[in-house]
């Protein structure tokens, strides 16, 4: 198993499939449908982007998943120190392949690379109702540190 940085933007774009069709199934009200040649576009552009980090997961000669991270840069100012973190957009592993340790070894990549590039924190959000998500990052130790609400009109 092994895990690569990527400006493949074909390859991200077919491993961005399940993770867009959760998105969807969770909040069609909110999300596109998955589409191929869109999503292309999309990661052809940030592929290019030097804040965006994309790695690649494979087993044998197989991608197995594929995560997105930014590193965040905060300037400081009369409310909040200065800081920079790690930020967690995506980890998407292809259908079938869930809950078999691919999504840890991603992560354990990333704080790795947040070593690194010295950085010590690492940060991400997922939906509130995406309970697979909720427990494996909980898992990783993850702890809440900010509450977002919506309200619909």
Known sequence: MQITRTTDFELLARLNKP????????????????????????????VTREDFIFLVLEDGDESMGYAWVEVKDYSGNAFRKPGKSLFVHHISIVEGHQAKGYGSKLMNYIYDMARQLDISLVELDYWAD??????????QGFETSRVTVRKAL
């Open 130 to 139: 995406n309970t697979g998500a909720e427990h494996f990052y909980h898992r």
């Open 19 to 46: 993770i867009q069709d959760l998105h969807v199934s969770l909040h069609p009200e909110f999300f596109n449908e998955y589409n191929l040649e869109t999503v292309r576009e999309v990661f052809r552009h940030w």
